[in-house]
């Protein structure tokens, strides 16, 4: 009974500790990072901006994209994405927001997932992170964080966009090159 | 009747039967309390085991379940905060100068611009009717080919707001594209400085 009782305890450890890994691991995967914390800010804030788009909205916009030219980039920049979320706040003075702010943010960016490509830090100018987690030798996400000491801006896209469309973003839109290379296609 | 006394003791008794009955009553029934074998014997039963295993077996699926709505959640959170955050440009600050966009047909909302009297001034972009269909419950509707003028009033407004996070986002990355061509730049001059 005793070693019954032992096995079963073992047993029941070890599927919690299984649980315990598998919804780590989901939430390490999941491009999209929590931006609730930063609301607070609103109130201090001079200008907010706060864009919340989820995949249903896009695949509505996608709808409702006309057949130009122009637009039709925009139909296949955007047909990969699954969400854009924006969250920026102006201030007026400087010290309204305070670094932990940021790094409630840049915490759930610090992961294997995630890989950091450009990382400027100016103290005059302001600092700006990007971030990209790729699966399979596909984009599934970017994250931006800038700052500067009047200005805090978050930005995650999500999507399954792979490194020619996100080029495509970078010279359409006013959106610039990231400087990251394609390798070109060997022809057969 | 001899027989009256064979089937129920009633009449004349037979001596014969009575014989019989004195010599087969040593087998008659003689009631006395049930002795059970003491190895037989049941001892109390111990219900703490399985109690316990029921209490561990709860735990455990508590357990699976909680972890699978905790590694689950953010993507679900994700999917309804799209709709419940109110898409909103408030201030009185400098505005975000977005860089210059192609030629599409359609007109995002500008940002406020400043009052002084008004510290704050809101523009939402109908937010209840991007909220409006997930409230109701309805699946979205992705497939069917026309639009209706509600569908189209929501797309309208997701457009503006997908615009507009194309601009910051824009923004940003010229900011770091720009910063990143100037780091390399110094660094290529500091280096020819070197060689030469």
């Known amino acids: 009974m005793k070693s019954l ?7 029941i450890a070890l599927a919690g500790l299984l649980v315990s890994c598998v919804a ?4 390490a995967q999941n491009p999209r990072i929590e931006t609730n914390q930063l609301d607070a800010l609103a109130a201090k804030a001079s200008q907010t901006v706060d864009v919340n788009i989820d995949e249903r909205l896009i695949q509505l916009t996608i709808r409702f994209i006309g057949k130009g030219p122009d637009e039709q980039k ?7 994405l699954k969400g854009i979320y ?11 927001y305070a670094v932990a702010d940021l790094e409630s943010v840049r915490s759930q960016l ?8 450009v990382n400027i830090q100016s103290k005059k100018e302001g600092s700006v992170e990007v971030y990209l987690m790729s699966n399979a030798g596909q984009i599934s996400g970017l994250a931006v964080l800038a700052s500067d000491p009047k200005e805090i801006t978050v930005v995650n896209i999500i999507g399954n966009v792979d490194l020619d469309k996100l080029s495509e973003l970078e010279g359409q839109f006013g959106i610039p090159d990231l400087g990251i290379e394609v390798k ?3 022809k057969n | 009747m001899k027989e009256d006394y064979l089937w129920d003791k009633t009449g004349e008794p037979d001596p014969e039967i009575q014989e019989l009955e004195q010599v087969l009553g040593a087998l008659r029934y003689q009631p006395r309390p049930l002795e059970i074998p003491a190895g037989l014997a049941p001892g109390r039963r111990s219900t703490f085991l399985p109690r316990l295993l029921t209490i561990a077996a709860t735990v455990a699926v508590m357990l699976l379940g909680a972890g699978l709505w905790f590694g689950l959640r953010p993507a679900r959170t994700g999917q309804i905060a799209g709709v419940e955050n109110k898409p909103a440009i408030t201030g009185s600050g400098p505005e975000i100068k977005p860089p210059v966009l192609p030629k599409i047909p359609f007109t995002p909302a500008p940002v406020a611009p400043a009052v002084p009297d008004e510290k704050q001034i809101r523009q939402r972009v109908n937010p209840g009717a991007l909220s409006r269909e997930v409230v109701a419950g309805h699946r979205p509707r992705l497939n069917t080919p026309k639009l209706t003028s509600q569908e189209l009033e929501e797309a309208q407004a997701a457009k503006e707001q997908l615009m507009l996070a194309l601009r910051v986002a824009s923004s940003k990355l010229n900011f770091a594209q720009k910063k990143a061509q100037e780091i390399n730049t ?4 500091q280096n ?4 030469g």
């Open chain 1, 5 to 11: 009782f032992q096995k079963s305890l073992k047993t």
């Open chain 1, 86 to 96: 924006v969250k920026s706040f102006e201030f007026e003075k400087e010290g309204e």
């Open chain 1, 110 to 117: 610090r992961n294997a997932a995630w890989n950091k490509i």
């Open chain 1, 24 to 27: 780590a691991t989901a939430r």
């Open chain 2, 186 to 189: 110094q660094n290529q001059t």
């Open chain 1, 74 to 80: 925009l139909k296949e920049i955007i047909n990969g």
């Open chain 1, 184 to 186: 070109p296609k060997r």
């Open chain 2, 192 to 195: 020819q400085h070197k060689v």
